[in-house]
């Protein structure tokens, strides 16, 4: 069951956007890996960010937040959508997911909180 969508925004400079939305848009941050990705939440609104490079802004990458990212895994895993580097993960941020391309190269990630 799919349950929400997070866009991730691409910034060419990663304290001045995490500024904008923290300080002009009245965000919070939720959390900041290596400076060059972050989550972001006002209400029930919740943004990524992630520094990207000049010929990276031309695409969109969207977050899915799922029930179960394994299942959805197995379903997609024979269908041949996935690139050579997509595998399920536990990430540093506290998610499990994984993540791949549509046809047009925007970035689709599935994940689910590792804590309630």
């Not at 910034?11 to 001045?16: C, H, P």
């Not at 941050?29 to 939440?41: C, K, P, Q, V």
């Not at 024979?78 to 690139?83: A, E, K, S």
Request: charged share 25%.
């Amino acid at each position: 069951m799919l349950l929400q969508v997070q866009p991730i925004l691409g910034t060419r400079d990663f304290a001045r956007g995490v500024a904008f939305y923290t300080e002009l848009l009245g965000f919070n941050l939720l959390f900041s890996h290596n400076s060059n990705y972050a989550g972001f939440r006002r209400d029930h609104v919740e943004l990524h960010m992630q520094f990207q490079y000049e010929h990276e802004m031309q695409t969109t990458r969207l977050r899915f937040f799922v029930d179960d990212p394994d299942a959805l895994f197995a379903e997609f895993k024979p269908l041949d959508v996935f690139h050579d580097r997509t595998c399920l993960a536990d990430t540093p941020w506290g998610t499990r997911e994984f993540s791949f391309y549509d046809r047009d190269g925007n970035g689709l990630t599935f994940y689910r909180h590792l804590r309630p």
